[in-house]
């Protein structure tokens, strides 16, 4: 069955270094991926998506791109910032699976100042 | 995007009881989801709620532990019953609109403590 794999954590960084959290998936279709952010205390908002090959998402900084060749949609961020601390989790869905996700394990980033 | 609303935000409960979870969606969606995250851990799908007729459960949940109702298209419920410990997590309802668009959309959350 489908699955996705992601980097294991906690990433630790300093403020303003650059983020790479990987997240590869295994998919028997042609699904869309996501990134989805949770921060402390809270529930799961989208940050980006993609839903085909080649696609950059991008929100707040954040980018990701779709690499069909190597079933990868990794996570990247320029300059990070205290208020990025959160749980990252990569998903992905199958296009007639009208919203059913299937997660990563998660990766837990803490922003130092 | 859809704005979903969860109620019990948290709750406490002894072991041997049941809690309702309640999802609100403020708009018509064909898909809605209720999902499974223990703490320290990622989310787990327990089962998709269809309107008008039983939940389809996923691999390891059953009906009689986590019975779910769906009347319309902006309502589910969740049932955690007889809880135990091991039912503390957080719970989370998500909607999504069935077609070409895959995304989903979550709720805050419930997040429950079995004492």
């Known amino acids: 069955g489908d699955s996705v794999t992601q980097m294991e954590g906690p990433v630790t960084l300093s403020e303003e270094a650059f983020l790479t959290i990987n997240c590869t998936y295994t998919a028997t279709g042609y699904p869309s991926l996501f990134w989805y952010v949770q921060y402390p205390g809270e529930g799961l908002q989208l940050l980006l998506k993609?839903?085909?090959?080649?696609d950059k998402g991008s929100n707040k900084g954040f980018e990701a791109t779709y690499r069909k060749e190597t079933t990868s949609f990794h996570l990247e961020k320029g300059s990070v910032q205290v208020s990025d601390s959160a749980v990252y989790f990569c998903?992905?869905?199958?296009?007639?699976?009208?919203?059913?996700?299937?997660f990563g394990q998660g990766t837990e980033l803490s922003v130092k100042p | 995007s859809a704005v979903i609303s969860q109620k019990p935000s948290r709750d406490i409960c002894q072991r041997g009881t049941s809690l309702t979870i309640q999802c609100q969606v403020d708009s018509q969606v064909t898909m809605m989801f209720w999902y499974r995250q223990q703490p320290g851990q990622s989310l787990t799908l327990i089962a998709t709620a269809n309107q008008g007729s039983e939940a389809t459960y996923e691999s390891g949940f059953v009906i009689d532990k986590f019975p779910i109702s769906r009347p319309n298209l902006t309502f589910s419920t969740l049932t955690v019953s007889n809880m135990s410990p091991e039912d503390s997590s957080i719970y989370l309802c998500s909607a999504g609109d069935g077609g070409m668009n895959t995304e989903a959309f979550f709720g805050q959350g419930t997040r429950l403590t079995v004492v």
């Open positions: 993609a839903t085909k090959a080649d």
């Open positions: 998903a992905l869905s199958e296009i007639n699976q009208g919203g059913k996700l299937i």
